[in-house]
């Protein structure tokens, strides 16, 4: 064997089809996530991420491609407790604790870490003797993420881990997440926060119609769409001017029916010429943030089935 070759990627995802009847829910993906990245999975509802999230955890098997962790199949990973899960629905065990659903977990896994370190990672310590069938929305979500780190797993995959939580709950689930994948842990979460995506992931994959259309950092996502953002409205019954794609610094234009909103590489040259291209009210400029830069990628037209398969080759 040749021990010079590195360790298998912990997700890689080749040409990943998946098809429900007429619907193709992804749609070619290829993805490689190495040890320890932190990775955001971003889409609009209905984009293909949760369907990718099964693929990857076994619980639905491609029409066609193949989904590997470790360099073997998602289930044998899973078998192998090397892959810690949280999905969207959390539903608790009735009349146990806390502590003793999470410990019941523990006791599957062959090298877990201890109850009380899954508690304090995932916020639960000051209710671990309460009945786990009687939390709030958020402490029931905290759960699930006890529930999926208990095994101390290489990869976690969480399913928009924070929609229940609140400001301070989220700060404290994203401390732990780091603090995880500072000892070497795959992180891959979907969310529809992109701040949260922003702040804690150092590397963003967006999918739309199926298909990866950005992978990257999140703060080059951010600058491919423009640092700033110009909007402004127009006199009262004035038409949209012609020629706003073309001001200097502009990468695109979105009408708000009567606010017009510019994403542009150099706010000062576009604010410039756009005064003496128009009289505007109410200019605001701002800088762009990953919202920004998700919207404009994911509100391009569905390539024509001529440039899709252009880019399969
Ligand atoms: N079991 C299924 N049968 C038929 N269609 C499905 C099935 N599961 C998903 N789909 C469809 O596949 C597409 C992708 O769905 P998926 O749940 O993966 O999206 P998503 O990005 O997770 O969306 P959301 O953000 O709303 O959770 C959607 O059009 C959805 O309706």
């Known amino acids: 064997m040749d021990r010079t070759q590195a360790a298998p990627p912990a997700v890689e995802l080749n040409g990943v089809v998946k098809e429900f ?22 889409g609009r509802n209905g984009a293909g991420k949760s369907t990718t999230v099964d693929i990857l955890l076994g619980l639905d098997t491609p029409t066609s491609g193949t989904a590997r962790l470790f360099g073997g199949t998602p289930r044998a990973a899973v078998d192998a407790g090397r892959v810690g899960a949280m999905l969207q629905d959390v539903r608790p065990v009735p009349r146990v604790t806390v502590r003793e659903l999470v410990g019941f977990v523990a006791g599957t896994h062959r090298a877990p870490m201890p ?23 958020g402490q029931t979500q905290r759960v699930g993420f006890a529930l999926a780190l208990v095994g101390d797993p290489d990869l ?23 603090a995880l ?8 979460f979907s969310t529809h926060h992109l701040d949260e995506a922003d702040l804690n992931a150092d590397r ?21 769409f423009g640092t ?7 006199p009262h019954g004035a038409e949209r001017p012609a020629g706003l794609e073309g ?10 029916g009567g606010r017009i909103r510019l994403r542009t590489a150099d706010s000062d040259e576009t604010v410039h010429a756009l005064s003496a291209l128009v009289r505007v009210r109410d ?30 080759r």
């Open 21 to 42: 009847g007429a619907v193709r829910a992804v749609d070619g993906v290829d993805l490689g996530i190495g040890a320890g990245e932190r990775v955001a999975l971003l």
């Open 115 to 137: 109850v009380a370190e899954a508690l304090e990672l995932a916020g639960l310590t000051g209710v671990a003797r309460r009945r786990a069938d009687r939390l709030s929305g």
């Open 181 to 188: 994948t500072e000892r070497g842990t795959t992180v891959l």
């Open 156 to 178: 976690l995959i969480l399913d928009e881990p924070t929609a229940a939580l609140d400001v301070a709950a989220r700060r404290v689930f994203w401390d732990s997440v780091r």
């Open 247 to 256: 001001l200097p610094g502009v990468v695109s234009v979105e009408d708000l």
């Open 228 to 234: 700033g953002v110009v909007s402004f409205a127009l």
């Open 283 to 312: 200019l605001e400029v701002a800088t762009a943030n990953l919202e920004d830069a998700f919207i404009g990628i994911t509100s391009e037209p569905a390539p024509s089935p001529a440039r899709a398969r252009k880019a399969d």
């Open 204 to 224: 963003v994959v967006v999918i739309d119609r199926g298909r990866i259309i950005a992978d990257d950092a999140p703060d080059r996502i951010r600058r491919s």
